[in-house]
């Protein structure tokens, strides 16, 4: 049997929570996203929830593969870098690592204006938060990036919000992201979309100081 439509879709993982997330999408009629709460138990369940997602659909089908590569559970983030990076290179497709604040900036893009300020920050450990700052691109094709994720003190966290003159108020990651996996495979596309097709290798998870191990 042969498939005339290779690589015409998307596939996104998101593993840095406890929530593990898959979508995917021909980003024209068929977008499908779904979660399972696994917490510990992602490697366990990994690799059977995304052979059973993919479902009729061979691996040739796919021209990207995307990952939220953290901040987030170090243990969690790291397998899903990890499984991302082997099917890129197995496939020789490319591979999009997305921010996890970047996804959530975007799961909520629709409630600010173009060019506002998206501020987001999830908790780290030793008191410590990550946060970063985003706004959305003019032609509303993405996200430019205004801070980069960064780990912080609550003080410097508020002071550079300060200096930036940004007075909205920051969002906050909750402990489950991977609802936001469709952010990541929608984020992904707008880098191909411009052309970028990174190799596998340069994927790597941003481990900084997270809560989880």
Do not use: C
């Not at 499908?32 to 992602?42: A, G, H």
């Not at 990994?46 to 993919?54: A, G, T, V, W």
């Not at 590569?69 to 591979?95: C, D, E, M, W």
């Amino acid at each position: 049997m042969t498939f005339p439509n290779f690589h015409q879709y998307g596939l996104a993982l998101h593993t840095s929570s406890s929530q593990l997330g898959l979508s995917l999408s021909d980003f024209a009629q068929d977008t499908y996203t779904k979660t399972w709460d696994l917490d510990r138990e992602l490697s366990n369940y990994l690799h059977q929830y995304l052979l059973d997602f993919i479902d009729q659909k061979t691996w040739q089908h796919f021209k990207f593969i995307a990952v939220a590569k953290g901040p987030g559970s170090f243990t969690s983030s790291r397998i899903g870098v990890v499984t991302a990076r082997t099917l890129a290179q197995q496939l020789n497709i490319p591979l999009f690592g997305v921010s996890t604040l970047a996804a959530f900036a975007w799961f909520h893009q629709d409630k600010y204006d173009i060019n506002s300020p998206i501020p987001v920050q999830m908790k780290a450990s030793r008191g410590q938060l990550y946060g970063a700052i985003y706004t959305k691109n003019t032609e509303n094709t993405g996200l430019k990036t205004i801070l980069e994720d960064s780990v912080m003190m609550p003080e410097e966290w508020t002071q550079k919000l300060q200096d930036l003159q940004i007075f909205s108020q920051p969002l906050i990651t909750p402990l489950a992201l991977g609802m936001t996996a469709n952010s990541v495979l929608e984020l992904a596309d707008y880098d191909w979309q411009q052309g970028k097709r990174p190799h596998w290798s340069e994927v790597i998870p941003f481990y900084g100081m997270s809560v989880v191990t």
